[in-house]
């Protein structure tokens, strides 16, 4: 079973300031790995993703994730918040070894911006 | 990029009336089409797997009579909630899987539809 843990359901950082959203994730097998990020009403847009490709993993907007095996980690970051970033971020798991298989989703973790 | 439509965005129905959501890929064939359901500054829960042709996979605890979904061309799933009543007022979200992006597991996601029971 897969699983995604997201810590801290509510981040608040200053504009300007570095963002950290945490996720560690719970696998049997080598996972795929998403960042979506959700705007009020809307559906979720992919930030980025891993697939065993480099572990450092560069997104739109400026995100960029590293995937840490050690760790079972997958952090999202971005080094200058803006205040359009304020919106609600999923961390997702999925299995690579079937094309039927499911995403799971973290519980989500609301970021703030303050001016 | 792979575009996934829903349709309505917003409902609004009486008790005991039956909704229909239908999501549709614009650009691109789809086998595989997902339902979640979000409950307001929750996650996504995921409802049932559509599968293009044939019955959809529910997972545990979803109601197939009352959350009925049909998957009859590769750009169309669609669900209808029957007999709705106000606690199955939520949010609900479809993705399609890209078909030639099958081995990544990348979704795309539908604008989401938000039932409103009275």
């Known amino acids: 079973a897969q699983s995604v843990t997201q810590l801290g359901s509510h981040v608040s950082v200053s504009e300007g300031a570095l963002v950290l959203l945490r996720c560690n994730y719970s696998?049997?097998?080598?996972?795929?790995l998403f960042w979506y990020v959700q705007y009020p009403n809307q559906g979720l847009q992919l930030l980025l993703k891993y697939t065993s490709a480099a572990t450092l993993v560069k997104g739109i907007n400026g995100f960029e994730a590293e995937f840490k095996k050690s760790e079972t980690s997958f952090h999202l970051t971005k080094p200058s918040a803006h205040m359009s970033d304020a919106a609600e971020y999923f961390c997702a798991v999925s299995s690579p070894y079937s094309s039927a298989s499911k995403i799971i989703f973290g519980s989500g973790t609301r970021l703030s911006i303050r001016p | 990029g792979a575009v996934v439509s829903q349709h309505p965005s917003w409902v609004i129905c009486k008790s005991g009336t039956s909704v229909k959501i239908e999501c549709r890929s614009l650009d691109f064939q789809a086998t595989t089409m997902f339902w979640y359901r979000q409950f307001p500054k929750q996650s996504l829960m995921l409802m049932a797997t559509?599968?293009?042709?044939?019955?959809?996979?529910?997972e545990q605890g979803v109601e197939k009579d009352k959350f009925l979904i049909n998957h009859a061309s590769l750009t169309l799933s669609t669900l209808t909630v029957t007999s709705a009543h106000p606690e199955d007022s939520s949010f609900y979200i479809c993705?399609?899987?890209?078909?030639?992006?099958?081995?990544?597991?990348?979704?795309?996601f539908g604008e989401g539809s938000r039932l409103t029971v009275l």
């Open positions: 696998s049997s097998v080598p996972p795929y």
């Open positions: 993705s399609a899987r890209y078909l030639a992006g099958a081995g990544t597991g990348e979704l795309f």
């Open positions: 559509s599968n293009e042709g044939s019955k959809a996979t529910y």
